[in-house]
């Protein structure tokens, strides 16, 4: 089961995530953008060898913003430390304006910050349907009280019903609909990141990091996602994307972030990070 998979007794939310009219008004005041997500001064040390080295960087809301940087350069230490996988050494992760540094993953998930992995993780023996299921916040069933008193049983069924529906609405969303019936370990890589993009939005989050959700997948998949990513973005919901694909960052990112050597050594639309000698140089190479 994902990681997204959170905590029964937080109340689920059915709406896209919004911006607050504090949070808007406050953005206004100050002319400073809105930034869900602040990384501050992180470092992350395995031994001797120290993988984030300092990292400081903010997303802005409703943004699709890229991460990138060679191999070894911390991406995904960074993402790990992000959503509690890790433990930073030092630094600090703000979500939504609270210190989420050192939570576990599923009380960062309640939080509405969710992620993807590079390699997608399903109940193989489970049904396509069935995973999604189990990802919505708040159901009554997880309670053993619940489920067997009589009474209560009925409120049970009637949110199951209801989360049926929102799961085909969101499996027909991700045009995976025909696959419900399907054990999630039959599927091919793409669909299995189709999957668990899907199961994701089951969550209801108010931010996304993605993780080489294109990694192994075939264009036309991959068409597929960038299109539903675009489309979620667009009802508000705010990216932090992870991929080596050079052009996908570059056509799809409005603001990229580049790391090295586990530090930030530029941000910048895909002109100005095309266009800076220090990335040029660390990365991307004489003819980009």
């Known amino acids: 089961m994902s990681d997204a998979v959170t905590d029964p007794e937080t109340d689920a939310r059915d709406e896209p995530p919004v911006e607050s009219a504090d949070a808007e008004a406050a953005s206004e005041t100050t002319g400073a953008p809105d930034t869900p997500l602040r990384v501050e001064n992180l ?37 790990n430390c992000i959503t509690g996988v890790h433990d930073p050494t030092a630094g600090n992760v703000y979500f939504e304006g609270e210190d989420i540094t050192g939570l576990r993953p599923d009380q960062i998930a309640n939080e509405g910050l969710v992620r993807t992995f590079q390699i997608a993780r399903e109940l193989e023996e489970m049904t396509v349907l069935e995973n999604m299921m189990l990802a919505p916040r708040g159901q009554l069933g997880e309670s053993l009280y619940r489920s067997v008193t009589p009474g209560l049983r009925s409120g049970v069924r009637e949110q199951e ?14 045009e995976i609909d025909h696959l419900a019936e399907e054990e999630a370990g039959n599927l091919s890589g793409g669909q299995r990141k189709l999957l668990e993009m899907a199961r ?34 667009d009802e508000g919901y705010t990216f932090l994307l992870v991929e080596h694909d050079m052009d996908v960052i570059m056509n799809n990112c409005e603001h990229i972030i580049v790391m090295h050597q586990g530090q930030v050594l530029a941000e910048g639309d895909a002109s100005d990070i095309r266009s800076n000698d220090q990335v040029i140089e660390a990365y991307l190479g004489e003819n980009v």
């Open 43 to 79: 470092r992350k040390e395995f031994g001797g060898i120290t993988a984030v080295d300092g990292a400081t960087f903010a997303v802005e809301r409703g943004s699709l913003t890229g991460l990138i940087g060679p191999n070894g350069a911390g991406k995904s230490t960074t993402f």
């Open 161 to 174: 019903e209801e989360l049926r529906e929102r799961v085909w609405e969101t499996l027909e969303l991700f």
């Open 200 to 233: 994701v939005l089951m969550t209801d989050p108010e931010m996304v990091l993605l993780d080489e959700p294109l990694a192994g997948v075939n264009p036309s998949l991959e068409k597929k996602l960038l299109e539903r990513v675009h489309e979620l973005r």
